[in-house]
């Protein structure tokens, strides 16, 4: 057996007070996740810590990147701890603003941003990442109504290739993100753009998230930089103000080490693209993942085991609902399981191998497939570690599993575990628009009702 991780240990601590406070509970509360708020303010500090100050870089903000935790309380915590907030979408940016993030801390990227969306941003004075030459005229065509004091830049593809996720790289010769800078004409056709264009002083660039090598992500940012200079060139210094260098940090799922650190990833941009840090460009980043994602966990119950063709099987209240990449996706996105009893202590019995399973109706629903793991028994707890980002954040209705509580967790200076609510579960019994239940069973859908007034 492996030696127990101080990580390992504080989950244990902290599923075993769940347990007593009965936020974890075999009747009424199956499954819980939790988000290590000491934790996470530590990785927030690990990443400002990473980054230089003057003269190497003139400016910093560090945003995080909304889709991996769109949870308010996450945000508000976050926008608390000094980050400013990436969004992709009107519904991540309510949230952002929600969460109390300055509009001069948001940054909205989108491949596909509407007319008024834009106009909304660009009226709040969001900072607007443009993905293609239509949306540049479409920015242009808003700002000829009204000034705004929105920042604004254009997203490159420096098509310099993928990682080992294709669904997670985004910087492949046929990505559907940014301006592809290799094809032909287009670096001269952005370079007029930059001439045609006053407003436009930013580049940003991401190159993709989980399975990119961060030496790829560091050569993308200097094909960014490269383009950056060749704009300064063309039009004179300060003609570019910053550059985006996007997120996608990767997380280790294999064990608690946090590595890669943004430390080492700034080594690689000092290896690859040094002009970064000659003080003339300011910064943003936009690490999701690699912030949130080993500060959370998931706990559910096993309710039941069984025996199928000679392999153990545990059924247990996570699956596909809260874990749904892994589910559909296994080799890309494994998660470790850990075995505990219904106290929350950890189980030391000896290794069996046995699948792990979801409660939803399909076969594939498996959160591990013959791990081995010390056997489980119904009243165990499963504990799911790194899943702080894309699992219980984003849930997954199928089956109208409903969503799980997830708990704020911090450990106080006498050492009381102290929880706070982020989301409450959904009840299954309750329904509500989302199911349909706004509309009065026999209203036609859509007629007019007659004899408003
Ligand atoms: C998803 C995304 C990020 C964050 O990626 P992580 O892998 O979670 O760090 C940052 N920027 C953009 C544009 C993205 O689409």
New binding site residues.
Partial sequence: MTAVTPAAARRERILQEAVRQGLLDPEEALLAAFVDLDGVAATVGTLHDAFPGPPELPGVLH?F?A??NCLVPVLRELAQLGMGC?V?TAGELARALAAGFPADRIVF?APAKTRAELERALALGVTV?ADNFQELERIDRVLARRASTSTIGV?LNCQIGGGTIAA?S?ATSTSK?GVPLTDRGNRERLLRAFGEYPWLTWV?T?T???G?PLDLMARGVAQAVEFADQVEAAFGPGRVTGI?I??????NFADDEVTPTFSTYVEQLRAHAPKLFEGRYQVVT????????KNGFLAAYVEYTKSAGGRPIALTHAGVQVATRTVFNPDAWPLRIEAHDGNGTAKRGRPVRQDVAGPACFAGDLLARDRALPPLEPGDLVVVPDTG??YFSTPFHYNSLPEPAVHGVRVLADGRIDFTLIRPAQDPWRLSDRDGMSRPPREPVGAPARGAR
């Fill in positions: 945003t990147a889709k991996a990436e992709a990227d990442n997203r997670m985004t993100f940003h991401h993709g998230s989980q990119c985006d996007g997120g996608g940090l990767p997380v936009e690490f999701g993942r690699s912030v949130l994602a980002a894309y």
